[in-house]
């Protein structure tokens, strides 16, 4: 495209900072040499195995309806292309893309090259007020997670998670080395008897994630969960969950105060 340069990311340009870690990455300097937008791929196998590449990429304002945002994801397109050969990728791989409320250039870039919205993703958000704690379910303690316990909570979360499109789970190893450097005080484990029933993770003001097993749900254990969780923080709280409310978690939340600040669409497309 006259005007525009596409290059790989230097190491070591501020632009990188705002990749992060990614697969692949481009950059596209305008005619004085300064950035005018960059593209970038990752990927991962989700549980059910389809293989995504997301791609994310940016134009600045000035740039924009140039037709750089669609030169930028046509060279994602191609480079998730090119992987998928150089890793000889079976199965069903595919392409996606995000846009949050208000990207609205970028939404309609994606549904232009046949990419379909398939869920939708909110933020959510409570003020800090005085959080009364649910009584817990007959039976039931809570104490502070342990690193022993990535087992067994790796093994709740498969259970918790079973048969939902779009869910990749850490490993167990990988939630092991997070709860060892994690501060584990605002880490919830509830239990009974010996068996994990359910857990809260927070960190910092988010949270994170609130999981029951499937044999303890529909007792108000992730009420009494999260509005202990909720108590020890002691101010504004926010956390991430399906726009859909598929398990009831929106319409738990909303009981709770807190309130949807913002959307994320996430869009797919086969990629073959």
């Known amino acids: 495209m006259a005007g525009y340069r596409l290059r790989p990311l230097r190491v070591g340009e501020a632009v990188g900072e705002r990749l992060g870690p990614v697969e692949w990455s481009l950059v596209a300097d305008a005619d004085d040499g300064t950035v005018a937008g960059w593209a970038s791929l ?15 990429g940016h134009v600045r304002a000035g740039d924009r ?4 945002g669609g030169l930028l994801l046509d060279a994602s397109e191609a480079a998730a292309a090119r992987l998928t050969e150089q890793r000889r990728l079976g199965g069903t791989v595919m392409l996606g893309g995000n846009a949050d409320d208000g990207e609205d250039d970028r939404a309609a870039l994606l549904a232009s090259r046949g990419y379909a919205r398939i869920f939708t993703m909110v933020w959510m958000r409570r003020e800090a007020s005085p959080v009364p704690k649910k009584d817990l379910p007959e039976g039931i303690a809570v104490r502070n997670a342990t ?9 709740l ?7 939902r499109p779009f869910v990749s789970l ?7 080395d997070w709860l ?10 509830a239990t009974s008897g010996e068996r994990i029933a359910g857990f809260v993770a927070v960190h910092g003001d988010e949270v994170e994630d609130v999981a029951v ?7 108000g254990l992730a009420s009494a969960l999260l509005t202990r969780a909720l108590a020890e923080l002691g101010g504004p709280a926010r956390l991430r969950t399906e726009a859909h409310d598929p398990a009831g978690a929106r319409t738990l939340y909303e009981k709770l105060g807190f309130r949807v600040a913002t959307s994320h669409h996430r869009y797919r497309k086969p990629l073959r």
Do not use: K
């Open 147 to 155: 690193v022993d316990d990535a087992g067994d909570l790796w093994r």
């Open 180 to 189: 060892h450097r994690s501060d584990r005080s605002s880490f919830l484990v």
């Open 42 to 56: 990752r990927s991962w196998t989700e549980d059910d195995g389809v293989h995504l590449f997301l791609t994310h």
């Open 170 to 176: 850490p490993s167990q190893d990988r939630l092991r």
């Open 213 to 219: 097993d499937p044999d303890f749900q529909r007792r």
């Open 65 to 68: 309806r140039r037709g750089l």
């Open 157 to 163: 979360a498969q259970r918790a998670w079973a048969g």
